[in-house]
Structures are given as structure tokens and as C-alpha cells.
């Protein structure tokens, strides 16, 4: 009987033995197993922050407190020889949103530029109230400038977000463009109060013939493309290869590249070089107007330094002839 009861006990042990064996088995299989992935996830994590480094950053941060929450915003850019255009529909935000971030991103190296500090870019944001209303808008409407604001900036560093704000509270950007608007695109209102009624009559009939001169004017060229002239200066950049020339007015975005600047200058016999782009009149966020901001960029490898990419920006002062902008 205790020969038996041993040999119960010894069965029972040899089990237990075996399970024990059979679970620190498993156990340190799935140790190795997890030892061989983690490897991988390192360099899947490497990899992709190397993916991340080879891209480039702008963060345009717009404050939205003077905004109504109503149409929408069209931000515009041209960052590192790139353009990009971004639609926000405003009724999608919260009403309590103050501020909204909106990022860019791009290679840092193109077959134009390599991104340095402090390469020039700029960004535009229009805010527009009724997007679809504005094919019925006449060009003799007095709100015809819509709330915009423009900002250039210089790339800070190329391996973490440049920042760029629009629609701060002290921005003068679209009071310049609406008061030069007001200025030369709508006859002066005369006062009658010390005129003769001779002078007041006189007055009336010029005043009557301005009116009917900038609606025969409005009509004459609402239909016909605005352009802007850019003069590109490269007496200091006699050896550039390849230059590209952007302009933006109202949202639209022109450009050219330049593969042969040598070919270029043999042409001209010269080193000013010069492109003239054509916008058309009526935009999807209104028609161009007097006072309408624009900007134009030359980006290239070889101008650098001081930037491989240079920017500048002036108001539209003519319908009918070229606005011209010497850029670098």
C-alpha cells in the first residue's frame, strides 16, 4: 500500500515537472520572440523620423476673433518654390475658435531650391463671406475688397515648424488696400457747401462724366486679364542655371521656370530678366480691384546666398497696363 502511494506521488511530480518545463519553455520563446521585434520597431521609428526630416514646415497660425463664422477662407503661398491653396469652410468651426492653425509641407529639396535659413516665403488668407453670390457682384459695388491679409516670412530652420501669423489685431495689410481702393478707384465726393450754383453745377456735370468714365472703364476691362510685370535683376548671379518665377493676385498663383537662365541672357543680351503673367479679372473670390495686393517670388538654387528664394509685394494701380515689380 505505501509503495503505491510513493509511486502516485512520484506520477504526480513527473506531471507537474513537465508542466512547469512546458510553460518556461513558452515563456522564454515569446521573451526571444518579442527581443526579435523590437529591432524592427526601432527602425521603422528611424526611418520615419528620417522621412520627417526631410520635409519642411510652415505653421500659419490665424486668429479668427474678428472674423464672422460665415463663408469661407481661401489661404494662398508660395514657400520653397512651391504654391499651395487651402479652402477652410468657416460654418464647420466652433464658434468659440479663436485661432486656427493651418500647415504646409514640402520636401526641403526640389529640382529649383534647397531650403535654407532665411529663405523668403509668403501666405494669404481671404475671407470670403457669400462664395456663392459673387458672380452677381457689379464691379461698381462698394464692398467689392474683400477682408484679406498677407504675411511675409523667413524660414527659420529647416528641421522644425516655421511660424506665421494672419489677421492680427494691428495688421494693416487690408486697411492700405481698401483706403487706396477708396482713393483712386471711386470719384472724390466734392463739397458743395462754399461752391456757387455755377461751381455746384459745373461740379455736378464733371462729376456725372467721372462716374460715367469709370463705369465705361469698369465695363471695358472686366473682362479683359490684369497683368503684373516682374523684373528680375541677376547682374550679381551671372552664373544661375535654373530660376523660377511666381506670382500671386487674388488668390491666383502664375509661374514659369526658366531651365536655360544662360540661354536666357544671350537672348537679351542683358541680365535683367523680365516675365509678364496675366490674371484673369473676375477670381472665385471676386474680381481683381484698384488697390489689390499682389506678390511675386525667384527662387533658385544659385541665388543663394543670401535666400534661394526672394520675395516682394506691391498694390495693383492699373487695370490696363502692366503693374510692374522688380523682385531681388
Do not use: W
Amino acid at each position: 500500500m505505501l509503495n503505491l502511494l510513493l509511486l502516485y506521488m512520484l506520477i504526480n511530480l513527473g506531471i507537474l515537472f513537465l508542466i512547469v518545463l512546458f510553460i518556461v519553455t513558452v515563456s522564454f520563446s515569446s521573451i526571444q520572440i518579442v527581443m526579435a521585434k523590437e529591432p524592427e520597431a526601432i527602425l521603422k521609428k528611424t526611418n520615419d523620423n528620417r522621412k520627417d526630416n526631410d520635409k519642411l514646415i510652415v505653421v500659419s497660425t490665424i486668429n479668427l476673433q474678428n472674423i464672422e463664422k460665415k463663408g469661407l477662407l481661401k489661404v494662398v503661398g508660395v514657400i520653397n518654390g512651391e504654391d499651395f491653396v487651402k479652402t477652410i469652410p468657416l460654418e464647420k468651426l466652433k464658434e468659440t475658435t479663436k485661432k486656427l492653425n493651418v500647415k504646409f509641407e514640402m520636401n526641403k529639396d526640389n529640382e529649383i531650391v534647397s531650403a535654407h535659413k532665411p529663405d523668403e516665403f509668403f501666405i494669404c488668407a481671404y475671407h470670403v463671406k457669400n462664395p456663392n453670390n459673387l458672380k452677381s457682384i457689379s464691379f461698381d459695388n462698394q464692398n467689392l475688397i474683400n477682408y484679406f491679409d498677407c504675411n511675409e516670412g523667413d524660414i527659420q530652420s529647416t528641421t522644425s515648424p516655421t511660424k506665421l501669423s494672419l489677421f492680427k489685431i494691428k495688421s494693416q495689410v487690408y486697411n492700405k488696400t481698401y483706403t487706396y481702393y477708396n482713393m483712386y478707384s471711386k470719384p472724390k465726393v466734392i463739397s458743395f457747401d462754399t461752391l456757387s450754383n455755377d461751381s455746384i453745377k459745373s461740379n455736378n456735370n464733371n462729376l456725372n462724366n467721372i462716374k460715367k468714365d469709370k463705369a465705361k472703364s469698369d465695363k471695358d476691362y472686366s473682362d479683359k486679364p490684369v497683368q503684373v510685370k516682374i523684373i528680375v535683376p541677376m547682374e550679381d548671379k551671372k552664373n544661375t542655371k535654373k530660376i523660377k518665377i511666381m506670382a500671386m493676385l487674388k488668390g491666383q498663383i502664375k509661374s514659369e521656370i526658366i531651365n536655360d537662365v544662360q540661354k536666357e541672357f544671350e537672348k537679351i543680351g542683358g541680365y535683367t530678366i523680365e516675365r509678364t503673367f496675366a490674371f484673369d479679372r473676375n477670381t472665385d473670390i471676386g474680381p481683381i480691384q484698384i488697390g489689390d495686393r499682389f506678390h511675386v517670388c525667384v527662387i533658385g538654387k544659385e541665388l543663394y546666398p543670401p535666400e534661394g528664394s526672394e520675395c516682394e509685394k506691391r498694390l495693383i494701380k492699373h487695370l490696363n497696363k502692366p503693374n510692374s515689380l522688380a523682385a531681388r
